[in-house]
Protein backbone atom coordinates (compact mmCIF):
# COMPACT_ATOMS: atom_id res chain seq x y z
CA UNK A 1 0.00 0.00 0.00
CA UNK A 2 1.22 3.53 -0.71
CA UNK A 3 -0.10 7.16 -0.38
CA UNK A 4 0.21 9.69 -3.25
CA UNK A 5 -1.10 13.05 -3.58
CA UNK A 6 -2.99 13.69 -7.15
CA UNK A 7 -3.76 16.72 -8.57
CA UNK A 8 -7.59 16.39 -10.46
CA UNK A 9 -7.52 18.78 -13.17
CA UNK A 10 -10.64 20.91 -13.44
CA UNK A 11 -11.49 20.78 -17.21
CA UNK A 12 -14.12 21.32 -19.94
CA UNK A 13 -16.06 18.37 -20.68
CA UNK A 14 -15.26 17.97 -23.72
CA UNK A 15 -11.25 18.29 -22.92
CA UNK A 16 -12.35 15.59 -20.75
CA UNK A 17 -13.93 13.49 -22.85
CA UNK A 18 -10.98 13.76 -25.82
CA UNK A 19 -8.48 12.79 -22.87
CA UNK A 20 -10.44 9.59 -21.70
CA UNK A 21 -11.25 8.84 -25.65
CA UNK A 22 -7.38 8.85 -26.74
CA UNK A 23 -6.91 7.13 -23.21
CA UNK A 24 -9.58 4.23 -23.22
CA UNK A 25 -7.70 2.97 -26.48
CA UNK A 26 -4.09 4.09 -25.18
CA UNK A 27 -3.34 3.93 -21.94
CA UNK A 28 -3.43 0.69 -21.11
CA UNK A 29 -1.57 0.30 -17.67
CA UNK A 30 -3.65 3.41 -16.02
CA UNK A 31 -6.80 3.94 -17.63
CA UNK A 32 -8.79 1.62 -15.42
CA UNK A 33 -6.79 2.95 -12.40
CA UNK A 34 -7.49 6.60 -12.33
CA UNK A 35 -9.28 9.43 -13.80
CA UNK A 36 -6.54 12.10 -16.20
CA UNK A 37 -4.33 13.34 -12.92
CA UNK A 38 -1.60 15.77 -12.19
CA UNK A 39 1.05 13.61 -9.36
CA UNK A 40 2.31 15.73 -7.35
CA UNK A 41 3.66 13.04 -4.51
CA UNK A 42 4.62 9.61 -6.13
CA UNK A 43 3.75 6.99 -3.79
CA UNK A 44 5.20 6.69 -0.67
CA UNK A 45 5.67 3.76 1.10
CA UNK A 46 7.13 4.16 4.56
CA UNK A 47 4.81 7.02 6.19
CA UNK A 48 1.69 5.49 8.15
CA UNK A 49 -1.43 7.17 6.94
CA UNK A 50 -2.16 9.71 9.98
CA UNK A 51 1.31 11.30 9.51
CA UNK A 52 1.25 11.42 5.65
CA UNK A 53 -2.06 13.34 5.96
CA UNK A 54 -0.68 15.92 8.44
CA UNK A 55 2.36 16.36 7.07
CA UNK A 56 0.37 17.07 3.36
CA UNK A 57 -2.43 19.24 5.15
CA UNK A 58 0.51 21.11 6.72
CA UNK A 59 2.65 21.75 3.69
CA UNK A 60 -0.79 22.47 1.63
CA UNK A 61 -1.67 25.34 4.12
CA UNK A 62 -1.28 28.18 2.37
CA UNK A 63 -0.84 27.12 -1.35
CA UNK A 64 -3.39 28.91 -3.49
CA UNK A 65 -5.54 27.39 -6.46
CA UNK A 66 -4.01 28.19 -10.35
CA UNK A 67 -4.84 27.89 -13.92
CA UNK A 68 -2.90 26.09 -16.40
CA UNK A 69 -2.62 25.45 -20.19
CA UNK A 70 -1.36 22.67 -21.80
CA UNK A 71 -0.71 22.79 -25.20
CA UNK A 72 1.64 19.86 -26.23
CA UNK A 73 2.11 16.32 -25.62
CA UNK A 74 5.90 14.59 -25.22
CA UNK A 75 7.71 11.26 -24.58
CA UNK A 76 9.15 9.87 -21.60
CA UNK A 77 10.95 6.72 -20.69
CA UNK A 78 9.65 4.85 -17.75
CA UNK A 79 13.10 4.32 -14.86
CA UNK A 80 11.52 1.47 -13.74
CA UNK A 81 10.20 -0.47 -16.07
CA UNK A 82 10.61 -0.74 -19.88
CA UNK A 83 7.47 1.31 -20.63
CA UNK A 84 7.34 4.41 -22.95
CA UNK A 85 4.80 7.27 -21.61
CA UNK A 86 2.81 10.13 -23.20
CA UNK A 87 2.30 12.82 -21.44
CA UNK A 88 0.01 16.33 -22.13
CA UNK A 89 2.84 18.64 -20.49
CA UNK A 90 1.79 21.99 -19.50
CA UNK A 91 2.56 25.21 -20.43
CA UNK A 92 1.12 27.79 -18.23
CA UNK A 93 1.12 26.42 -14.89
CA UNK A 94 4.36 24.36 -15.04
CA UNK A 95 6.42 26.08 -12.38
CA UNK A 96 3.43 26.53 -10.18
CA UNK A 97 2.63 22.48 -9.78
CA UNK A 98 6.87 22.11 -9.33
CA UNK A 99 6.78 24.23 -6.14
CA UNK A 100 3.89 22.29 -4.89
CA UNK A 101 5.56 18.93 -5.48
CA UNK A 102 8.79 20.63 -3.93
CA UNK A 103 7.00 22.29 -1.00
CA UNK A 104 5.00 18.88 -0.42
CA UNK A 105 8.61 16.87 0.17
CA UNK A 106 10.30 19.70 1.50
CA UNK A 107 9.51 18.13 5.46
CA UNK A 108 8.50 14.61 6.13
CA UNK A 109 8.41 13.62 2.66
CA UNK A 110 12.13 14.37 2.63
CA UNK A 111 13.72 11.06 1.93
CA UNK A 112 11.27 10.18 -0.76
CA UNK A 113 12.16 12.68 -3.26
CA UNK A 114 13.96 11.16 -6.15
CA UNK A 115 16.68 13.78 -6.93
CA UNK A 116 17.89 11.52 -9.55
CA UNK A 117 14.98 11.65 -11.55
CA UNK A 118 13.61 14.83 -13.24
CA UNK A 119 9.93 16.25 -12.14
CA UNK A 120 7.77 16.60 -15.47
CA UNK A 121 4.24 17.95 -14.41
CA UNK A 122 1.90 15.93 -16.72
CA UNK A 123 -1.01 14.14 -17.16
CA UNK A 124 -0.61 10.28 -18.78
CA UNK A 125 -2.50 9.92 -21.76
CA UNK A 126 -0.60 6.50 -22.76
CA UNK A 127 1.89 3.82 -22.82
CA UNK A 128 3.62 0.95 -24.95
CA UNK A 129 7.17 -0.99 -24.44
CA UNK A 130 7.47 0.45 -28.06
CA UNK A 131 8.69 3.97 -28.58
CA UNK A 132 8.20 4.72 -31.98
CA UNK A 133 4.53 3.69 -30.48
CA UNK A 134 4.53 6.62 -27.98
CA UNK A 135 6.23 8.94 -30.41
CA UNK A 136 3.05 8.33 -32.75
CA UNK A 137 1.01 9.12 -30.35
CA UNK A 138 2.90 12.22 -29.31
CA UNK A 139 2.66 13.62 -33.18
CA UNK A 140 -0.39 12.85 -32.93
CA UNK A 141 -1.21 15.51 -30.49
CA UNK A 142 1.29 17.56 -31.58
CA UNK A 143 0.39 17.96 -35.66
CA UNK A 144 -2.61 20.60 -34.83
CA UNK A 145 -2.34 23.29 -32.62
CA UNK A 146 -4.59 21.97 -29.46
CA UNK A 147 -4.97 24.50 -25.83
CA UNK A 148 -6.47 22.52 -22.83
CA UNK A 149 -7.16 25.17 -20.03
CA UNK A 150 -8.01 24.39 -16.80
CA UNK A 151 -7.50 24.98 -12.99
CA UNK A 152 -6.38 22.99 -10.03
CA UNK A 153 -8.27 24.17 -6.77
CA UNK A 154 -7.69 20.72 -4.72
CA UNK A 155 -4.91 18.42 -3.47
CA UNK A 156 -6.33 14.61 -3.32
CA UNK A 157 -4.32 12.60 -1.07
CA UNK A 158 -4.72 8.55 -2.25
CA UNK A 159 -4.82 4.99 -1.12
CA UNK A 160 -3.04 3.09 -3.87
CA UNK A 161 -3.36 -0.31 -3.42
CA UNK A 162 -3.79 -3.60 -5.46
CA UNK A 163 -4.47 -1.57 -8.53
CA UNK A 164 -6.83 0.56 -7.07
CA UNK A 165 -7.50 4.39 -6.13
CA UNK A 166 -9.06 5.35 -2.68
CA UNK A 167 -9.61 8.88 -2.11
CA UNK A 168 -8.54 9.86 1.24
CA UNK A 169 -8.81 13.08 2.24
CA UNK A 170 -9.14 16.66 -0.57
CA UNK A 171 -7.39 19.60 0.44
CA UNK A 172 -9.06 22.97 -0.83
CA UNK A 173 -6.54 25.43 -2.22
CA UNK A 174 -6.80 28.85 -1.15
CA UNK A 175 -8.46 31.49 -3.55
CA UNK A 176 -6.67 33.95 -4.94
CA UNK A 177 -7.50 37.67 -3.60
CA UNK A 178 -6.54 40.51 -5.77
CA UNK A 179 -3.33 42.64 -4.67
CA UNK A 180 -3.72 46.04 -4.67
CA UNK A 181 -0.40 47.68 -5.43
CA UNK A 182 0.31 51.07 -4.47
Known amino acids: ????????????????????????????LYYSVVEPHFTIVFPVFDIPESEFIK??????????????????????????????????????????????????YSGLLRENLRLDLDFVPHIGIGNSLEKLRCKKMVDEWNRDNFEINGVISKLTIVKYENDQIQIVEEIMLKKNTPQHRI
Open 1 to 28: MAYLVLAYPEISKSDYDLIQSYRSVNDV
Open 55 to 104: EIRHQADDLKRFDFTIRYATINKDAFSDYFHTFLVPDEGYSTIVKTHDRL
